[in-house]
């Protein structure tokens, strides 16, 4: 257990950089040496853990070459590959560090605001965000992403911060926390801003991709635009319930419509009961619907069985009993 108390963080510590790896060949020796020369630049005392998540490329020789030459490097090898956000659970789980840096290994993320990130760190900030002031991507990547942030914060709970990646450095607390968070469809800068802690912002302008190209597919951008969505929102359900009240109202208009043509009789015999079935039976389907939707809904968020509170510190209480 780490100290509780909320000063300053010592010099003296060792810090985990992890970074996820997949098909880097192009880049990832030149990753390694700007990360080792920040650190030493720096006098950081540091592991670099490197997650090859199923490379098919040469990555894993060059990663393994260099780790032979100096053993802060060191590798975490997948079976294959499991995703970007798998490979930096992966990360923190293996880190010995009293803090942890996750930073991509395509130089997209400078490796030389590490130290600037640490500073704030011993200020006493838990997690401290790289945020980007300004990015290098396609017009398309750039438009795509502000109009999906802006989309889900209107909808989420816990508001995600705008321009903010999974580049950051987390305190061993909330690494901690975020060992124990199992659930399956992760959508990691939702998870890392939901369990709170004292949170810093440093910007940063992001560069272009080194070499090579994107490994996130148009389709593993959908999935985790679509894990942000479906794991940190209740948006869904309630479209639900909407969908059945408005339906309600509607029915409603539409039996009183009915009425007023028998009542007058102009309309044709047996109209006025078929509307009546049409809109009775579907307002009851809508109603059982939302209702089942209900109960999955709170089956996921008890399957995803997070914690039900996170406690970042304690008085005068026996730490075995700190954590919720
Ligand atoms: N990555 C990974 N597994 C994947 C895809 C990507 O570990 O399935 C790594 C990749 O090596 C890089 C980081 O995740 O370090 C971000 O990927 P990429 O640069 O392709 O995404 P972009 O920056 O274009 O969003
Ligand atoms: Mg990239």
Redesign the pocket.
């Known amino acids: 257990m780490t100290t509780l108390k909320r000063t300053a963080r010592p010099d003296d510590f060792l810090l985990s950089v992890v970074?996820?790896?997949?098909?880097?060949e192009g880049n990832i020796r030149k990753f390694i040496e700007r990360v080792v020369a920040a650190m030493d630049k720096a006098k950081i005392r540091f592991e670099l853990i490197l997650?090859n998540?199923g490379s098919k490329d040469d990555s894993v020789l060059i990663i393994l070459q260099m780790a032979k030459e100096d053993r802060r490097i060191k590798l975490i090898n997948f079976s294959r590959?499991f995703?970007?956000q798998m490979?930096i659970s992966a990360g923190w789980d293996y880190a010995n560090g009293d803090a942890v840096v996750i930073l991509?290994?395509?130089l997209?993320d400078p490796p030389e605001l590490i130290p600037d990130l640490v500073t704030k760190w011993q200020e006493g900030y838990d997690i401290v965000n790289a945020v980007r002031k300004t990015r290098q991507?396609t017009f398309f990547?750039k438009m795509t992403a502000t109009l999906f942030y802006k989309l889900l914060n209107r909808i989420l709970t816990s508001k995600i911060p705008e321009n903010v990646g999974d580049f950051r450095l987390m305190d061993a607390r909330p690494v901690a926390v975020m060992r124990k968070l199992k659930e399956r469809d992760r959508y990691i800068r939702g998870l890392t801003n939901w369990i709170g802690f004292k949170q810093a912002f440093v910007e940063f302008d992001r560069d272009k991709?080194s070499a090579g190209v994107?490994?996130?597919t148009m389709g593993?951008m959908i999935n985790l635009a679509l894990n942000g969505v479906f794991s940190f929102s209740d948006f869904p359900r309630k479209l639900a319930h909407y969908a059945w009240i408005l339906s309600l109202l509607l029915a409603v208009g539409i039996v009183v419509y009915a009425v007023v043509l028998h009542l007058t009789g102009i309309n044709v015999p047996g109209w006025t009961s078929q509307v009546f079935i049409v809109v009775f039976f579907s307002s009851v389907q809508l109603f059982l619907t939302s209702i089942v939707l209900e109960y999955v809904s709170r089956v996921y968020w008890q399957l995803q069985n997070r914690p039900l509170y996170i406690v970042s510190e304690t008085i005068n209480l026996d730490p075995e009993v700190e954590e919720g």
């Open positions: 970074a996820p790896v997949y098909n880097e997650v998540d590959n995703g970007h490979a991509d290994s395509d997209q991507d990547k991709r994107t490994n996130y593993k």
